[in-house]
């Protein structure tokens, strides 16, 4: 699966947000994580947000299973468990 990643302008940051992409991206070494600007529509997106300002424009982007804000380090542990649940369920769906 393509994964998504865009990122806010970085303004305000409240924590590392590249480390936190990077090590959504380990914990699923199976799926393609990408910048936006390398997939059209990804499968799913994570817009990672400095902030809880949240002022991130995804307007043109269609992730095809949803998106998932990440504003905070406590927001990036509740997506890790959506994507693995998002992930888990298309997987089974391509094995059936």
Excluded at 32 to 44: E, T
Excluded at 45 to 51: A, I, K, R, S, Y
């Amino acid at each position: 699966m393509r994964v998504g990643i865009k990122y806010c302008g970085g303004c305000n940051p409240r924590y590392d947000r590249v480390a936190a992409a990077k090590t959504l991206a380990r914990d699923f070494p199976r799926h393609d994580f990408l910048g936006v600007h390398g997939v059209a529509d990804p499968d799913v997106l994570l817009v990672f947000c400095g902030c809880r300002t949240a002022c991130v424009d995804v307007s043109g982007l269609h992730p095809k299973q949803g998106a998932l804000w990440i504003r905070d380090e406590e927001e990036c542990a509740k997506a890790r468990s959506a994507l693995a649940a998002i992930l888990s369920s298309r997987m089974e769906d391509n094995v059936t």
